[in-house]
């Protein structure tokens, strides 16, 4: 009788356990684990969920991707926030550069569809702490160190800066080289292997099936060099059958041994199991 009741319990504490299991496993979405994903635009962008805003990125976490692609802008008084466009007009409604704003000002802004405001890097760094990676598309101008000293100090704050990687600029890159990982064409790499310090961890070749090839990923592979692709909505624009060409080309990408995507959300279909 003994033994019996032990049984029960060991069999109640494991049904527990496998629920549990279950649960955390299917709050995420079902993507095949061989792809890393990264949210363009900060995070899943859609009708209800603005890009660059809090939403957006609770919901790309929400649904399990590896890590977010945020956009960096500084306001007049010398805030980091998230904001795409040069100015708030399309999504706000004011047609003014983050630079000719206060961050007092900009936060009184409401989206337009969603009524989400903007968030500065900070409070986007401490929603992924822990729980999502972060690719920065530097939008400021110049190569203020004292300034940009502050977004590494920011990510050393969330622990996000050892796998944090950065869409740099020609003015910026001279700081940020071997402080963040930064994206390069085949030939900004093989031009950078000549440099006096290269090392294939500084870097990461980024880029679609209209700027890279097959074997522009194998020579990264034995290079030793990470490999990101981008699969954007903006860029099938002026094609026919945009859906088809997705499809198509996120195939031959995952042929050429491509495993990190940054993707409009829409097109996560696509990584599902």
């Not at 809090?54 to 998230?82: C, S």
């Not at 004011?94 to 704003?101: L, S, Y």
């Not at 030793?224 to 699969?231: F, T």
């Amino acid at each position: 009788m003994c033994c019996t009741a032990i049984l029960n319990v060991f069999l109640c504490v494991m049904k527990q356990t496998f629920l549990l299991i279950a649960c955390i496993l299917f709050s995420f979405e079902a993507y095949n684990q061989t792809y890393r994903l990264i949210a363009h635009r900060g995070g899943v962008v859609d009708s209800v969920h603005a890009e660059n805003s809090l939403p957006a990125l609770e919901a790309a976490v929400k649904q399990g991707y590896w890590m977010t692609e945020i956009d960096l802008r500084l306001t007049k008084d010398g805030v980091f926030i998230l904001q795409h466009d040069r100015s708030f007009k399309d999504h706000f409604g004011v047609d003014k550069p983050a630079t000719a704003m206060t961050w007092e000002e900009i936060r009184k802004l409401k989206h337009h569809q969603t009524g989400s405001g903007v968030i500065t890097l900070e409070e986007a760094l401490r929603t992924c702490r822990g729980k999502m990676q972060v690719m920065i598309d530097n939008k400021i101008a110049g190569n203020d160190t004292v300034m940009f000293s502050q977004v590494i100090r920011l990510l050393k704050k969330y622990n996000l800066l050892e796998q944090a990687l950065m869409i740099g600029t020609d003015e910026s890159t001279p700081y940020f080289t071997g402080k963040i990982k930064l994206s390069c064409t085949r030939q900004q790499l093989e031009d950078n292997k000549k440099k006096a310090g290269f090392k294939p961890g500084h870097y990461y070749l980024f880029g679609g099936t209209d700027s890279m090839t097959a074997e522009d990923v194998a020579w990264a592979a034995r290079e030793g060099i990470m490999v990101v692709a981008a699969v954007n909505r903006f860029h099938y624009r002026d094609v026919k059958n945009p859906d088809e060409a997705v499809a198509a080309d996120v195939e031959t990408l995952k042929s050429w041994g491509v495993r990190y995507f940054q993707i409009d959300s829409e097109f996560s279909r696509y990584f599902r199991k």
